[in-house]
C-alpha cells in the first residue's frame, strides 16, 4: 500500500480526522489549565503537580484491568462512548467556573475521572490501528497520527493562548469538550472487521501476568518498557513545575507559555516526517535512541533561560527539541510494538506500558512540585533533567539499538 492508498482508506482518515480534532482541543485544555490554577484558583507549585498526578492516576490504578477488558471486547464502541462521556465532563469545567463551583479539589476530582476515561480510550485506540491498515504500513500509520499530534501541538496551544486572553481559560476549555463530541461523531463512521478470540474460559489474573510477561520478557519490549517508564517519571517533574517557572518565575504571560508549547508542536511535525526517512537510513533501533537524546539536550536550555526575548527563544529552542524528538522515535518505537505482539495481546501490552508510562507521572508531577517548594524550581529542573540524561544513556546500551 503507497502514501496515498494509505490515505484512500476511509476507515484510517476518519480515525486520523477525529485524532486531529481530539487533540488540538485537548492541547487548548492543556495550556488554558495553566493559568486558571496559577491566576485563578491560585494554586500552589504543589497542588499544581496534584493535578497532574490525577489525569494519570487511573493509569497506575486499573490500567493493566483496562488492558484485559479492551482485548475481551470491541474497540471501537470504547472509542466512541469514551470520547461522548469526556465531552461532558470536560463541559464541567467551564459550567462549574461560570457559576463560582469550580475549585482545586473539584478540579483535581473531574481531571481524574476524565483520565480514567482516556485511559480506557488509549489501550482500545492503540490497539485497533492494525485493524486498519496493513502492518507493513504501520510505521507510516503512526508517522501520520504523530505529524497530526504535532500540528495539533502547534494549533492548540496558539489557540488556547489567544482564547484565554479573549474569555478567559475557564471558557476556552470548551473548545476541548466540543473536539471530544467531534471525534466521537467521527469514530461512530469507522468501518472495521473486528473479531475478538473468546477463549472457553477467563481469568483476570491470568489474563493480567500473561500480558505483563509478554512485554517484561521480551528481549526488546523490557528495555523499552523500563526506559519509557524513568522518562515519564523525570520528563513529568521538569512539566509540572514549567509552567510556574514561565508564568511566576519569568513573568510571562498565558500567550508566551502557548507559544512555547507551540513551538514544540512544529518540532514534532518535523520530527514525524522525517521519522520514516530516518528509519530507512539509520534503522529503527538508532532512531529511537536518538530521539530519546533530543529531550534531555533540549531541557538544558530552560534553567539557564531568563527574562525577556532572550530568555523566551532558550524557551521556545527547548521545547523545539523536545517535540522533535518525540516525533522523531514515537512512529519507529510504536509500530515495532505494534507488529511484534499478537492481536489478542495488543490491548494488555499497550495498556501496560502505556498506563505504567503515566503512573511514573503520578509520582513524577508531585514530586517535582515538592522539590520546587523546597529546593526552588530552577534545582527541581536540575534533578529531571540528569534523570533523563540516565534513561538516554541506558537506551543507547539496550537492544533496541539494533532492531531494524
Not at 486499573?62 to 470520547?83: H, I, M, S, T
Not at 469526556?86 to 459550567?95: A, D, E, Q, S, T
Not at 478540579?107 to 483520565?115: F, M, V
Request: net charge positive; proline share 5%.
Amino acid at each position: 500500500m503507497s502514501d496515498t492508498r494509505l490515505l484512500e482508506s476511509s476507515g484510517f482518515r476518519l480515525f486520523w480526522a477525529s485524532d486531529t480534532v481530539s487533540m488540538t482541543g485537548s492541547y487548548v485544555t492543556m495550556v488554558a489549565l495553566q493559568p486558571l490554577i496559577v491566576n485563578v484558583l491560585h494554586a500552589t507549585t504543589t497542588e499544581g503537580g496534584l493535578l497532574q498526578a490525577a489525569r494519570w492516576l487511573p493509569y497506575l490504578l486499573f490500567g493493566l484491568v483496562a488492558g484485559v477488558l479492551v482485548d475481551r471486547y470491541r474497540r471501537k464502541p470504547v472509542l466512541v462512548g469514551a470520547d461522548l462521556i469526556r465531552f461532558g465532563l470536560v463541559g464541567l469545567i467551564p459550567l462549574l467556573a461560570a457559576f463560582d463551583r469550580l475549585s482545586m479539589p473539584v478540579l483535581i476530582g473531574l481531571i481524574a475521572a476524565i483520565g480514567m476515561l482516556s485511559l480506557v480510550y488509549d489501550a482500545a485506540h492503540q490497539s485497533i490501528l492494525p485493524r486498519l491498515v496493513p502492518k507493513s504500513r504501520l510505521t507510516e500509520a503512526n508517522a501520520r497520527l504523530g505529524q497530526t499530534d504535532a500540528a495539533a501541538q502547534m494549533v492548540g496551544p496558539a489557540l488556547a493562548g489567544g482564547l484565554v486572553q479573549v474569555v478567559g481559560p475557564a471558557t476556552a476549555i470548551l473548545v476541548d469538550a466540543v473536539s471530544y463530541l467531534a471525534s466521537g461523531l467521527l469514530l461512530m463512521r469507522v468501518k472495521v472487521a473486528e473479531h475478538i478470540e473468546r477463549p472457553e474460559s477467563r481469568h483476570l489474573g491470568r489474563e493480567l501476568r500473561e500480558g505483563l510477561a509478554w512485554v517484561y520478557r521480551h528481549r526488546v519490549l523490557a528495555p523499552m518498557a523500563y526506559t519509557a517508564h524513568v522518562w515519564f517519571l523525570f520528563n513529568s517533574m521538569v512539566t509540572a513545575v514549567l509552567p510556574f517557572y514561565v508564568l511566576r518565575t519569568l513573568g510571562f504571560d498565558a500567550a508566551a507559555l502557548g507559544l512555547i508549547i507551540a513551538v514544540g508542536g512544529v518540532g514534532g511535525v518535523l520530527g514525524a516526517l522525517l521519522s520514516m526517512r530516518a528509519t530507512r537510513v539509520l534503522g529503527a533501533g538508532p532512531t529511537i535512541v536518538v530521539g530519546h537524546w533530543l529531550t534531555p539536550l533540549g531541557y538544558v536550555l530552560i534553567p539557564l533561560s531568563g527574562h525577556g526575548t532572550v530568555g523566551l527563544v532558550l524557551l521556545c529552542a527547548a521545547q523545539f527539541a523536545f517535540g522533535f524528538g518525540l516525533g522523531v522515535d514515537g512512529p519507529p518505537e510504536m509500530a515495532y510494538r505494534q507488529s511484534v505482539t499478537p492481536d489478542r495481546l495488543l490491548g494488555r501490552t499497550n495498556a501496560t506500558m502505556r498506563s505504567l508510562n503515566r503512573g511514573a507521572i503520578v509520582l513524577g508531577a508531585p514530586i517535582g512540585g515538592l522539590l520546587a517548594a523546597w529546593l526552588g524550581i530552577p534545582s527541581a529542573l536540575w534533578i529531571g533533567i540528569a534523570g533523563l540524561t540516565v534513561q538516554a544513556v541506558a537506551i543507547t546500551l539496550s537492544p533496541i539499538r539494533t532492531i531494524s
